[in-house]
């Protein structure tokens, strides 16, 4: 087996401009033994799966970092050694530049029906209702009435109220870490905190438009329309456990003597697919 040890390496905290996320790189060096090599051991595939570093994961030390990225490259004096990095990346920041604040604000309210796979309706509205809706466990059941047709997904009508919000404002664009750079990071993001009325987490920024309308010197004004999309299950999706046993390739409820699912996927759990949060109040917006 390769010995692993943590390197020197490791960084401190550092903070991008733009978006002013924190990050922190992980650093273990993988040592083969002579054998292992010529034995035809895939060095590194090896070397990324023994490291302690795995995608997803909060770091060690600052559970505020999960790791984004891993990388193994091999060292130049010496083929058995690997330099594995792992990068930890938060999951919250303040998604601004340094600009003069908004002179104009407008707002649009308007809903939009859309077809919403599910394999269970929700006991209340306040879902979902168990687990850490950031990070849910997959192994809780979310409860709620079984619709699903043998293991297979239902459609269901959802509305989901869409706000736009346009900000006129002046944007040094030639400058880095401008207003402009920095929001773009802020796209597929959910609500840190309370913002426009919604829970925590219940706003998904979907995208935004910039649009030019006059220059002046270095300094231009821009106007900047964002959508955000509210759902009351904060954006996270239906998901079964696997099961080998059946042609849905779900587990039914019978399958682990739960007879109140028998014929029906169980257990099914929520999953966040949009994990990062950021401060919106943060983007300058103001609607009174």
């Known amino acids: 087996m390769p010995t692993v040890e943590t390197s020197s390496e490791s960084t401190g ?11 922190q790189n992980r650093v273990e060096i993988v040592t083969f033994s002579a054998t292992e090599q010529a ?26 970092l999960f790791c984004q990225s891993i990388a193994a490259t091999r060292d130049e004096d010496n083929p058995l050694v690997f330099r594995v990095v792992g990068t930890f990346v938060s999951n919250e920041f303040d998604p601004v530049g340094g600009d003069p ?35 849910p466990n997959p192994e809780t059941d979310i409860g709620g009435e079984a619709i699903d047709r043998k293991g297979q997904k239902t459609s269901i009508v959802d509305v989901q ?43 998904l920024l979907t995208g935004l438009t910039t ?19 509210y759902d009351n299950e904060f954006h996270c999706v239906q ?4 099961s080998s046993l059946r042609s849905s390739g779900v587990q039914f409820g019978k399958d682990v003597s739960q007879a109140s699912y028998a014929e029906k996927a169980f257990p099914v759990f929520y999953v966040q697919p949009f994990k990062t949060l950021a401060n919106f109040n943060a983007l300058g917006i103001d609607i009174r």
């Not at 707002?107 to 687990?131: H, I, M, Y």
């Not at 649009?211 to 999309?229: A, L, N």
């Open 13 to 23: 905290l550092t903070r991008s401009f733009g978006a002013k996320s924190d990050q």
């Open 39 to 64: 034995a035809g051991v895939a060095v590194d595939k090896v070397a990324l799966a023994t490291s302690s570093f795995e995608l997803g994961q909060p770091d060690a030390n600052n559970t505020d």
């Open 101 to 135: 604040g908004p002179t104009v604000q407008d707002w649009n309210l308007s809903a939009q029906a859309k077809p919403k796979d599910v394999f269970r309706l929700p006991e209340t509205t306040q879902t979902p209702k168990q687990g850490n809706v950031d990070s």
């Open 161 to 203: 109220p869409v706000v736009t919000v346009t900000v006129r404002r002046e944007v040094q664009i030639d400058s880095p870490g401008n207003y402009i750079e920095g929001i773009l990071q802020a796209v597929g993001t959910r609500n840190k905190g309370t913002f426009l009325g919604a829970e925590a987490g219940k706003l």
């Open 211 to 229: 649009r030019r309308v006059s220059t002046q010197d270095s300094t231009k004004t821009y106007d900047i329309t964002f959508t955000f999309v």
């Open 239 to 242: 998901v079964a456990k696997d």
